[in-house]
């Protein structure tokens, strides 16, 4: 059975010490084996709390986050490309010291609406930098999870196939594709080929519906991805993530357009959606 997490966000909105506690709990709780802690400051992360936080409800930590313009590694601006990496960088130091396997996210470019297509200058910049953090991840036995995103949120990596051209350039070990279906929902052309594209090089997993609430009801067909999942042998972590106006934090929501407040009680929807992947994953399981 994959390892199921849970996004921090979909139990709080907040990220110190206390916030971690609850979601931890809720986490565990709810059934999942590992929390996402969202680090878009990896600075100000009490990473103590969060270690011990994870240590008393037996959970694993992932830690996950996008780049802004000014951190942008496919900018054509040497500041914001240094900026970028430094961010990254720590990204990788405070999830070795989570004990964490993975660190995964808008991690090629900045996370939001580009203005207008890649330059060629600007992928060039991208690979020269995660060839940087890809180095340092290898030192600290981190795994970089390259989230596929769509076009709203990235202009560099929206499919699988732009993934696997990426991976290729920065010719890193430590470099796995990120699927997440509320994206691939937009860019790929079924589940199964954004799951048999990524092949052997998939590596994490965000299960999300259209809406960004519960599992159960929505456009995405998560039980046939979670079916593809279980035929190819995906043995990588399935994190659920959901977002929603009344929980998340605004700044992010801004980002990541959540307008409505499409759910409230973020322990019951994890909780549900637990016990959907259980069953589904379960129910694949024994068809195969
Ligand atoms: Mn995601």
Known sequence: MNTLGLHAMVATADGDADAIRHAAKVASRSGYGLLELPILD?????????????????LELACSLGLSTETDISSQDPECVDAGVELLTRAVEVTALLGGRWLCGVLASALGKYPGPPTLAGWRNSIAAMRQVAAHAAEREVRLGLEVVNRYESNLVTTVADAHEYLAAVGSDRLWIHVDTYHALIEETSMRDAVERAGDRLGYVHVGQNDRGALDSGTVDLDGFLGVLVETGYAGPITFEGFSRATADPELADTLAIWRSTWT????????????????LA??????
Do not use: K, M, S
């Open 265 to 280: 009680d973020g322990e019951t929807l994890a909780a549900e959606a637990n016990a959907y992947l259980r069953g589904r």
């Open 283 to 288: 129910r694949h399981a024994v068809g195969t």
């Open 42 to 58: 990896p600075w100000a992360l009490d990473t103590d709390a969060a270690r011990d936080a994870a240590q008393t409800e037996g």
